[in-house]
C-alpha cells in the first residue's frame, strides 16, 4: 500500500528531553475537521484515565446518504466567463500602518499579528 492510499496515519515522537508529539493524517473522505478533533480528545482523554469519554462514531454515510449521480457532468455549468480575480498587495510599511492604528483605538488588547490586522481589514 503507497501513501496515497492510507485512511488514517498516526506517527508518534518521542524527545530526548521526554516530550513527545503525537501527530494524526486521516483521509477527508472518512472524516471531517469536527470528528477528527473529537477523535484526538477522546482518544488523550482515554489515555489520562478520564472516566467522561465521548464516544466517536464516523457514521457520515448515515447520516449523509450518497445520492444517485448518475447523470452528473462535471463540466456543467463551469465556465471562463465572468471571473472576477482580485489581488491586493500590502507593502510592510502598510501592514505595520494598519497595526498600529488598531493598536490605537483597542489599548486593552495586544497589538495583532500582520495576519490578524489584514483579516480584519480587508
Known amino acids: 500500500m503507497n501513501p496515497q492510499e492510507l485512511v488514517l496515519g498516526i506517527q508518534f515522537n518521542s524527545f530526548e528531553c521526554g516530550g513527545t508529539a503525537i501527530g494524526v493524517c486521516i483521509s477527508h473522505n472518512i472524516a471531517d475537521a469536527a470528528s477528527v478533533f473529537t477523535f484526538v480528545k477522546s482518544w488523550a482523554a ?11 462514531e464516523f457514521a457520515s454515510d448515515r447520516v449523509f446518504p450518497p445520492r444517485n449521480s448518475s447523470g452528473f457532468q462535471t463540466r456543467s455549468g463551469i465556465t471562463k466567463e465572468n471571473i472576477v480575480a482580485m489581488r491586493s498587495v ?5 501592514i505595520e500602518a494598519i497595526r ?7 489599548t486593552n488588547q495586544e497589538r495583532p499579528s500582520r495576519v490578524e490586522a489584514l483579516s480584519a481589514f480587508i
Request: no cysteine; charged share 30%; proline share 0%.
Open 46 to 56: 482515554s489515555t489520562r484515565g478520564d472516566g467522561d469519554l465521548v464516544r466517536v
Open 90 to 94: 500590502f507593502s510592510a510599511s502598510e
Open 100 to 106: 498600529d492604528r488598531y493598536t490605537a483605538y483597542n
